[in-house]
């Protein structure tokens, strides 16, 4: 299979590993390793520097076949032998968390200069913290084992060099100057912020957030970012923030040579920052299109809190929110907890103000969505009156804010649970109106659900070249609308990559249980189903299909067939 995101070859001492070609080398010299021992070599060091457990290694490299202490075993010895470990000094064993890669990184194209920042003569240059070195979990453990390996595919991102396309971009997360991590949600709430708001101009082709972020800290050659986003420009820059002052540097390169477009330093009252964010676009966009209108100039300014506590408290939800999607099952309730307490308190201090109630809306309709532990949330999974809850906040965000994209995203979201499709139709339009870059792959299953599957796929495609290294939970959609579709063998390698990355999610077990039995997978099948009702022990294939209500008689007739046969109750 045709592997969509690409490993560059990494170095370390006299080895080169390089898992597109799935060949390891010595000094240039190739090294024979079995098939399983080199895809175990690949998930250790895309995890570099972090445990995985013999369970992680299992469910990646043998797909949830059981397997034996002895098999694991032998692939580790292999790997030792290979790279003459014999003091397990680059493979090193954790008692009771498994294995660990040790060995310092070295990834693809040595890191350059471009990705310096700019300096700052109009003040005293503090000490920059010293940037970690670049290994592959910074950017590759971000897309997991199973992407690397070419277990699943996810389209290509586009050439960025290609003359037909809009001026490709991608804003890269800026660096916090003189702090440390716990200024990481501001710092990333500003870069998503401008993000969003150059995402509005329809000329322009916006690399989503979160591949953009797969290069926080890393120095990658700018030509390199742009190859595997698909970038024909970056947005780069750093924040200072203190005593109430702001500062920004900003700076728009050409990916392919390196070369500054332009460059500025901004220097505000952090009560400023809203309309910081709005010039910082229009500067931008000033320099890479030669007209823009005033409409366009309009339609990409955002309504700003009236409280800089509340905008403080959105960022923060927000970056908590993002967690959620992947936290180990024990955890989902607590985060999602978390991330809509400092959201209420965001509504508190402004109770109009959209991107939080947005989000607030989202803590809520997610927890209808997913079964959790959480005590303060165990009513609320398939609760009518929770799901009220979170239509009564998106609909006051909507008329808070009549041009936020990401409101009538949510809505539309809300809707189609609903089973209101016209309606969840025409907030999917608005919203993609609002912002021609809207990559919600939520709205392919709108789609999908109301019998198009097809068009679904090709939403997800459209969205993957926005999106070229996507949220885990888009595997799940990919792997529904394929199923939808009668794609088995696809939803089958997708939803095997879903349900790897979203351990909480009990409908990814159920899309792998139904494509897994239609090929012909009984065992495969059964033990996803199995896993699927350990999530939710009360799951029937009539629970689910009252849930989803799939607009198309037949849609809802294979699934029923695919879930029998993978043994869930009736």
């Known amino acids: 299979m045709d592997t969509t995101i690409v490993a560059d070859p990494v170095h370390f001492g006299v080895f080169t590993l390089d898992a597109t070609r799935r060949t390891l080398t010595r000094d240039g010299r190739p090294i024979a390793l079995r098939p399983k021992s080199f895809e175990v070599l690949c998930c250790l060091v895309t995890a570099a520097g972090k445990p995985m457990s013999r369970d992680d290694l299992a469910r990646v490299v043998w ?8 098999s694991l075993s032998r692939c580790i010895s292999d790997i030792r032998q290979a790279l003459d470990d014999d003091k397990r000094e680059i493979i090193k064993t954790l008692p009771r968390h498994g294995y660990v890669f040790a060995a310092p ?87 998503e912020d401008i993000a969003i708001r150059l995402s509005k101009f329809a000329e322009l082709f916006v690399i989503a957030r979160e591949s953009a972020f797969s290069f926080k800290g890393a120095t990658t050659n700018t030509r390199e970012i742009g190859r ?36 500025d330093i901004y220097d505000r009252d952090l009560t400023d920052v ?62 999602l907890l978390r991330a809509r307490r400092t959201l209420e308190e965001a509504v508190r201090l402004d109770p109009a103000y959209a991107p939080a109630l947005t989000a607030l809306s989202d ?9 959790n532990d959480e005590p303060e949330l165990a009513g609320e999974f398939q609760s009518s009156a929770n799901n009220d809850k979170a239509l009564a906040l998106v609909e006051r965000a909507v008329t808070a804010d009549p041009t936020l994209p990401e409101a009538h995203s949510q809505l539309a979201w809300i809707l189609h649970w609903r089973h209101r499709r016209d309606d969840a139709f025409a907030e999917l339009r608005r919203a993609i109106d609002l912002n021609p870059n809207t990559a919600d792959g939520r709205l392919a299953l709108v789609v999908a ?37 009668g794609r088995y063998r696809e939803a089958l390698e997708t939803s095997r990559t879903a349900v790897d990355r979203l351990p909480a999610v009990y409908q990814a077990r159920v899309w792998h249980a139904a494509a897994a ?22 799951l029937t294939i009539a629970r689910f299909l009252n849930t989803i209500q799939l607009a198309s008689a037949g849609d809802s007739e294979r699934l029923r067939e695919g879930l029998s046969k993978a043994g869930l109750p009736e």
């Open 105 to 191: 990184l070295n990834v693809g194209v040595a890191g350059d200069k471009e990705l310096a920042e700019p300096q700052e003569s109009a003040a005293p240059s503090p000490i920059l913290p010293r940037r970690r070195p670049m290994m592959l979990a910074a950017t590759g453990a971000i897309l997991a084992c199973a992407l690397i390996l070419g277990l699943v595919a996810w389209p290509r991102a586009p050439d960025p060099w290609s003359a037909q396309q809009r001026p490709s971009i991608a804003v890269l997360p800026f660096t916090y100057v003189g702090g440390g991590s716990e200024h990481d949600y501001f710092t990333d709430g500003l870069t």
């Open 228 to 263: 595997r986003l698909g970038a024909r420009y970056l947005v780069l820059g750093r924040v200072r923030r203190e005593q109430g002052q702001l500062r920004v540097s900003a700076r728009l390169v050409e990916a392919e040579t390196g070369a500054q477009r332009w460059a």
């Open 449 to 485: 659900h109301a019998g198009r599957a097809e068009e679904g796929i090709a939403m997800l495609s459209r969205i993957a070249r926005l999106d070229p290294l996507p949220r885990p939970v888009y595997f799940s959609y990919l792997a529904n609308c394929y199923y939808l579709a």
């Open 517 to 538: 039995a239609q090929v012909g997978l009984e065992d495969e099948a059964r033990t996803a189903a199995a896993a699927a009702m350990r999530l939710r022990p009360d």
């Open 274 to 335: 809203i309309a910081l964010q709005d010039e910082l676009a229009r500067q931008i966009v000033t320099v890479l299109l030669s007209r823009i209108t005033q409409t366009e100039l309009e339609r990409a300014r955002q309504k700003g809190p009236r409280s800089l506590g509340a905008y403080d408290l959105f960022l923060r939800g927000r970056a908590q929110l993002a967690t959620v999607e992947t936290s180990p099952i024990g955890e989902w309730g607590q985060r």
């Open 363 to 371: 803590t809520y309709h997610r927890a209808w969505l997913v079964s």
């Open 63 to 70: 797909r949830g076949v059981t397997v034996t202490d002895e």
